[in-house]
């Protein structure tokens, strides 16, 4: 019987080993919005069509999902050492990213180098995720909250990076795919915690419990109204910005001040992820994805008539909406390994992001065609029809755990 109630070493090395956990995560996950970052600055260079803008982008997706669903129903994270699974994948996404440079920029080569990336951090965020609740049953939602927190800071740094690059998007690809490699070299100090469990044997019939458990096909349901909103924001709310500041003021000084904003309003939700995890532990995980989403949908109609007005007023609605998207993302997750057994919870994991990424992928590809169709300001609100749904299906999971 594992006590709840860690000793002072085992204290100790939880600190040490979820502190180099999140670093890796964040240098890991870099990797994720390259080509959304530098994505002007290659169009310009090779005059790349809209098809072929947002399949750079809904590639990572794609290959994410191939990745987590072969994973899944192999059951990696459940059956092997994943801090060595974890680094493995983070050398092969780093080795894919970097081949970018040496691909015909937009074509075809370059999105299956894309997919290629996606399909590896199959291997490395919810593996993470895997760890990090091996180390904690009572603080879970802290635990993976800070995690996703990494997440969301490590997705936000192309930005950056593409910003203090100006035009060079070589060098963000060099410096993101040596960050990664960095990764999978810090992750192997990193210890299994205490409640981490090994499955004996592969059970693909694991994965069937997101339909017949009926929490977890809540949480995976509250998972994907997440997700409608969430990777759409993302990956497109550089180039939303950049259009609606054009209306205010000089279009390069425009797309200048739009990467920098995309940084800090995806990074914003990086702290947000801490104090939500800390504040669900306390309120409820139900609870707190409630609140998140009414937020964040709030956000997207408030962004919808912001959209060309005011820079200022723009910028902080933007960042009212990045603040409040992610937080909710690490608590279904947590909600997931609650409800599952230990040695399922992995695969279970998985599956609920490859789900949740199955739907980005339409999203991811659709958001810039309607928006060309119907503007930005209605695609903004037809975001906010995810954190609908998603408040629907975890109403009834609220409190249920302290029952």
């Known amino acids: 019987m594992i006590s709840a109630t860690p000793t002072p070493n085992q204290h100790q090395q939880k600190i040490r080993s979820i502190t180099l956990l999140i670093i890796a995560e964040i240098l890991a996950m870099s990797l994720w919005f390259v080509s959304a970052a530098i994505l002007g600055d290659m ?11 947002a399949a750079l982008s809904s590639a990572v997706q794609a290959g994410f999902v191939i990745g987590a669903l072969l994973s899944a ?20 996404a780093a080795i894919a990213n970097a081949l970018l440079l040496v691909s015909p920029i937009g074509g075809w080569i370059a999105i299956t180098l894309r997919a290629i990336t996606g399909a590896a951090l199959a291997g490395v965020y919810p593996v993470g995720m895997k760890i990090a609740v091996g180390w904690g049953q009572k603080d879970r939602g802290l635990l993976v909250g800070m995690l996703v927190g990494g997440l969301t800071l490590g997705s936000a740094s192309p930005h950056l990076l593409a910003y203090l690059g100006g035009a060079q998007w070589r060098t963000t690809v060099i410096i993101a795919s040596a960050l990664c490699v960095i990764a999978g070299l810090i992750v192997l100090a990193v210890n299994n915690g205490p409640f981490h469990v090994k499955s004996a044997k592969f059970n693909p019939s694991v994965i069937t419990q997101a339909w017949t458990n009926t929490s977890i096909r809540r949480a995976y349901g509250g998972y994907l109204g997440h997700m409608w909103e969430l ?10 910005l950049a259009l609606s500041f054009t209306q205010q003021m000089p279009a390069d000084a425009a797309t200048e001040f739009a990467k920098l904003m995309t ?16 504040v669900a532990d306390r ?39 990045g603040i409040s998207i992610i937080p909710d993302s690490a608590q279904f997750s947590v909600l997931v390994a609650d409800y599952a057994q230990s040695d399922q919870a992995g695969s279970l994991l998985t599956f609920q992001t490859a789900l949740g990424f199955a739907l980005t992928i339409a ?41």
């Open 43 to 53: 169009s310009r260079e090779a005059d790349l069509t809209p098809g072929k803008q």
């Open 73 to 92: 129903t192999l059951g990696i994270a459940d059956r092997y050492e994943p801090r060595l699974v974890f680094a493995f994948f983070c050398l092969v």
């Open 231 to 240: 990777y759409a924001m993302w990956s497109w709310i550089g180039v939303a």
């Open 263 to 278: 940084f800090i309003i995806i990074g914003s939700g990086a702290i947000s992820c801490v104090i939500a995890g800390w």
């Open 283 to 321: 309120i409820g995980k139900a609870e707190l994805t409630i609140v998140a989403m009414a937020f964040s949908g709030l956000s997207a109609i408030a962004f919808a008539f912001t959209f060309g007005g005011p820079v200022w007023i723009t910028v902080v609605v933007s960042l009212i909406w």
């Open 363 to 403: 999203t991811v590809q659709l958001t810039p065609v309607i928006a060309s169709a119907v503007g930005w300001p209605a695609m903004a609100c037809l975001l906010a029809l995810g954190p609908a749904f998603g408040i629907a299906s975890m109403w009834g999971l609220r409190a249920k755990l302290s029952k």
